[in-house]
């Protein structure tokens, strides 16, 4: 059983699906929202100031083209989009401060140019349409189910194991309440406007990301005191000022978007088996998951088949000898 079908938990699906391996998805919309239909999907090589290669950025970039471009496919939908991402320097004292650093910095993923990098193999996932269409991919195949997983009263006796793939919703399940889990709420704005370049992501500060038919996402905010669904003010303000420092003042604003952020303490992912009893977890993919969960659900797949452990940084076995206090 699976519960949950935001991003983690319909391509963890996709994954026992390709090796044959039986199962059913439980989802509980009206309990439980799904954060993923918030997301910017933005995946991007690099991070920081220091414009330094993501945490495993071969492996998981390696993976990730692929995997998409074959569940589209799959599931005969359009939701995988490579696009160039620009960085521009935020003032000449960081332009130079980066350019005499250029020798140790450069990587394979940059092209340096005067007023910033451009990153290669970046782009973005349209993840709602990506939910949608696995959504209903699943229910043709009969194994997905609108129902709730409530511990202690759910009968499971039917399946060799349970993976909770519940997003920030984890934290309150008595099961994993030993993860460090630290969920960031985040707002997004959906814009309109024929100011803005529609051939690339602005990342600077914040994204622009173009959707197409003149549409863009902007963000995005991170709060961490409160989890709520709904827009804030504060956060909306916040997002105005980004587009402003974009150069953009004539546009129409279209909706606004709210998610939370299932990231972790040590900001790596919770994947693996619980050690004592038939349950285990995928989460704690954060602000990365279109990414990393991908990668993951591969590594997580081939440990329950018994092919190989799941890289120690991400797997919950780091976390065992908290289980049985």
Known sequence: MIVGHGLAGTILAHHLHQQNIEFQIWDSSQTHFTSSIAAGGIFNPVTGRKLEPTWL???????LFPFYQALEKKVNASF??????????ANVEMADWLNARREDIDNEFLDWKVDGVWVKKAGWVDVPHLLRSSRFFFREMGVFFNKEFVDGQTDISDFTQVIFCEGFHGMKNSLWSCLNFLPAKGEL????????????ILNKNGFLLPIGQNAYKVGATYRWDEFGSEPTVSAHEELKDKLAQFQLSDYIEIEK???IRPATQDRRPFVGMHPE???????????????LIPYFANEFVSEL???????????????NHLFSI
Not at 277 to 291: A, L
């Open 305 to 319: 088949q018994g092919k190989k452990m799941v890289h120690p940084d991400a797997s919950i076995r780091r976390f």
């Open 257 to 259: 978007l709210v998610g």
């Open 277 to 291: 009893k038939p349950v285990g977890i995928f989460n704690g993919f954060g602000s990365k998951g279109v990414s």
């Open 189 to 200: 704005l959906k814009i309109q406007t024929d100011q803005a370049d529609p051939s690339f």
């Open 57 to 63: 950025a071969n492996e998981i970039f390696t993976y």
């Open 80 to 89: 995988f989009f490579p696009m160039p991402l620009f960085r521009p320097f």
